[in-house]
């Protein structure tokens, strides 16, 4: 990357693995400067920074949580200060417990609200003032909201806030040429889906889709590159659900 100053600039958040760390990856080759942000170990996300740079491309690892304002704030300084302002913001950060409604504590309740609803909140509200005029923001839902499924209750209560927020905030920015959409994968064979499963909850998870398969982290990236890339200019305000057919 010849001018670090004229890439177009993309944040991806809880990159460090898994899903994030392949839109990192994919972005990075299709020309993006690269914000890896995380929000504990900082190895996982320096390991993939060197990794990227390695290749060519221009990339930083940010810590913040995105749950808390002021680390989201400082986030987008970083980047400014250090590749230029946002073209791209990508919320892929989140957590998912599986727990019956009756069973679920307090605690589990604000930490799966917080980071998946307020995080999103969070770099949203940031992105509005500080993003460049005909960016691309993508949001990250889930499959198991279409699905219903015993023991995502509150987890897909966060995933329809974040599809609320797409839609609505699709239309506020309204004459800046920015497209905000969402992704919702179904099962993809990341540690987020496998820890805590057996052999066989993963297989009959695999047979679901008429694809008859696990997505790939390299799948969810593909469909985030369409969203963030010049292809997917005239796609705003929608929710892509990127699960083989599942539902």
Known sequence: MNNVRNAQVAIVTGASRGIGAAIARRLASDGFAVVVNYAASSKEADALVAELKAEGAAAIAVKADVSNADDVRRMFDATEQQLGRVDVLVNNAGILKTVPLVDTSDALFAQTFDINVRGTFNTLREAATRMN???????????????????????????????????VFAKELRGRSITVNAVAPGPVATSLFLDGKTDEQIQSFAKMPPLQRLGQPEDIASVVAFLAGPDGAWVNGQILRANGGLA
């Open 133 to 167: 005029n005909g960016g691309r923001i993508v949001n990250f839902s889930s499959t198991t909201l279409a699905l219903n499924m015993p023991g995502y209750a509150v987890y897909n209560a966060t995933k329809a806030a974040v599809e609320s927020f797409t839609h």
